[in-house]
């Protein structure tokens, strides 16, 4: 039982360089987020999604994109990546309805020189 | 603005001994809550959550109090044990928000010596 699985694990970019990270979950659910986790603030949301094909912007959405293609699948993009943006990146994930708990994967550590 | 905020960043107490963590919130559409642990290197899980609708929740050694009017609410864990070592993560969340999201606290670190 897999879970909500993250990958890459640790990435190094330079500034402006581009990439994805990829979530995948395993648990059906309908709802899926990104969040970023910095010293001393907390987990911010990023982007989530309510369905296939769906996003929408969370706290902090700017140099950011999203795609839910797939179900499983939630892609949080960088596109020209800056300082700013080294983090550890969580993606989570939950069923639709009520007051579901979010399941977490084990991170993203990114560093952006 | 910080909607759920964890005022101490870190919190030290005896093996045995009672850990109490805080948390406090302004927006008052929140009505439910949660309590997330997380160890180094692992993503954050689900520890124990309390619905406005009550002010106690226990689940074994954990319990969590609210308190409505104050806009506060802890975390109690006795006895605290080695393993409880962690960083606890307050959060919550609002009936008409979309898609169950959740608000977080910037965490407390919490160490419990042998």
């Known amino acids: 039982n897999a879970g909500v699985t993250q990958t890459p694990k640790f990435r190094v970019l330079k500034t402006g360089q581009s990439m994805t990270l990829l979530c995948a979950q395993d648990?059906?659910?309908?709802?899926m987020y990104w969040y970023r986790q910095d010293p001393g603030m907390g987990l911010r949301l990023i982007h989530y999604?309510?369905?296939?094909?769906?996003?929408a912007k969370g706290e902090v959405p700017d140099g950011y994109n999203v795609s839910r293609l797939k179900k499983q699948n939630f892609l949080l993009g960088l596109e020209s990546a800056a300082p700013s943006q080294t983090s550890v990146y969580f993606c989570?994930?939950?069923?639709?309805?009520?007051?579901?708990?979010?399941?977490f994967g084990a991170g993203t550590r990114l560093s952006v020189l | 603005d910080q909607q759920v905020k964890q005022n101490s960043p870190s919190l030290s107490v005896q093996e045995g001994r009672i850990s109490i963590l805080n948390c406090d919130y302004t927006n008052s559409m929140f009505d439910y809550f949660l309590w997330y642990k997380k160890y180094p290197a692992e993503g954050p899980t689900f520890l124990i959550s309390i619905s406005s609708i009550k002010d106690k929740n226990e689940d074994g050694r954990f319990t969590v109090f609210l308190n409505k009017s104050a806009k506060h609410l802890s975390l109690h864990i006795v006895p605290s044990q080695p393993g409880d070592s962690a960083v606890y993560f307050c959060?919550?969340?609002?009936?008409?928000?979309?898609?169950?999201?959740?608000?977080f606290g910037e965490g407390t670190q919490l160490t419990v010596n042998p």
């Open positions: 648990m059906n659910h309908e709802y």
């Open positions: 989570a994930s939950n069923p639709s309805g009520g007051r579901n708990i979010q399941y």
């Open positions: 999604s309510v369905g296939e094909g769906t996003t």
């Open positions: 959060a919550a969340s609002a009936r008409e928000t979309s898609g169950s999201r959740l608000t």
